[in-house]
């Protein structure tokens, strides 16, 4: 069952990193326009990431002896937050950073600890997460890419597709099947570290409406894996990715995916005498959002914990996915409503690119129907 979220405040001296933060982005995205900003968090930019790793910033919680900063989770909720209410492109480290790192820390080798980790904290490896298929989507029990045992390791064969950034990226975590079929469920999945370098490996970026190509379909033809790239167990990789699921849905990146476009248009009322209807909207997106940053906060103090916090976790990407795909419909209504007030071309931009995008927000991360079933038995529904 779901517990209780207590309301939690973010400790003091996590919350002072938030100055310098502030300052280097002034500098660093100074001369980025509107537009280019409203990627958000799927933003791909090597050098700006190296940047971040140069002041200690991929890899804050991770541990020390790994390379990482050793700070707590509210720091990383703290850099997070600003990172993403600022637009900064960090897709580039992102998932590495954010998921693959603590997955490898909690269920890897030693070796792959210090192999992978620092080098996540660097900047140097990234990663992408290979999870849905064709076929399947959402639901993860159904994967049919497999990996059979050979005398030197494993022999992967298979497809994943909407693997953001599998073309730019180092490597990949992949559930596949070891042994069962698909009818079997839970059992008999494993998780493997995929070097996308190998041969056998076939990737094809998907271009989007917005004329981006973040997602691409990976191919697998008899790809030779060593024993070396197994992590965990073999057939506990259901138990590791639902784990590894509460990091990717817990965190601001669920409530952020718009922000740009929010400021920017409470900049240009700022500057008009704004409807009565423009400031009730206003009020209402800024009630929703704080509500759900305190949420995610107090996910975060259960991921301080140590815990595992699935449906909590579950309850940030569904509402805050809410929350995102809202604020470019109501915006476009609002300036809909008052078609003789000039509106500048860079909000313009910035709203039509995250209109065309923002039908993606409810599938990255899982479907609402996925999400609300795992609700649904946390709260002993079904």
Not at 197 to 223: K, Q, Y
Request: aromatic fraction near 8%.
């Amino acid at each position: 069952m779901i517990g209780p979220l207590s309301l939690t405040f973010i400790p003091p001296e996590d919350e002072a990193l938030r100055a310098p933060i502030r300052e280097f982005l002034d500098v660093a995205l100074r001369d980025v326009p509107l537009e280019v900003r409203a990627r958000s968090w799927m933003g791909f930019d090597a050098t700006f990431s190296r940047a971040l790793a140069a002041r200690a910033w991929v890899g804050l919680t991770l541990p020390t002896e790994y390379g990482g900063g050793g700070r707590s989770y509210f720091a990383r909720f703290v850099l997070a937050e600003e990172l993403l209410a600022n637009s900064a492109p960090v897709s580039a480290h992102w998932i590495a950073e954010r998921q693959s790192a603590p997955q490898i820390l909690k269920y890897g080798s030693e070796a792959q600890k210090r192999f992978f980790v620092p080098r996540i904290c660097r900047a140097e490896a990234f990663f992408c997460i290979g999870m849905s298929e064709p076929q399947a989507g959402s639901d993860l029990a159904s994967v049919r890419t497999r990996a059979v045992r050979t005398a030197n390791g494993w022999r992967l064969s298979g497809q994943k597709i909407w693997t953001t950034n599998a073309y730019r990226a180092h490597y990949m975590i992949a559930l596949v099947r070891t042994s069962g079929t698909t009818e079997d469920r839970h059992r008999g999945l494993s998780q493997f570290i995929v070097d996308l370098a190998l041969p056998g490996i076939t990737i094809r970026p998907i271009r989007d409406l917005s004329g981006d190509e973040h997602f691409c379909e990976v191919f697998f033809d008899n790809v030779e894996l060593g024993n070396d790239a197994l992590i965990g167990n073999e057939g506990a990789g259901w138990e590791q990715v639902t784990s590894e699921l509460a990091f990717e849905r817990s965190g601001p990146e669920r409530l952020y995916s718009s922000m740009v476009l929010l400021d920017a248009w409470l900049t240009f009322l700022r500057g008009q005498v704004a409807s009565e209807a423009s400031i009730r909207l206003a009020g209402k997106l800024a009630a929703h959002l704080a509500a759900l940053r305190a949420l995610s906060i107090a996910v975060t103090e259960r991921l301080a914990r140590g815990e595992s916090p699935l449906v909590e976790a579950a309850l940030v990407k569904d509402m805050g996915t809410e929350i995102e795909q809202l604020i470019p419909s109501a915006i476009a209504d609002a300036l809909g409503a008052e078609p003789d007030r000039p509106i500048p071309p860079p909000l313009l931009r910035a709203l039509a690119y995250i209109t065309q995008i923002s039908s993606s927000f409810s599938l990255r991360g899982g479907t609402w129907e996925i999400l609300r079933g795992v609700i649904a038995r946390g709260l002993g529904l079904r």
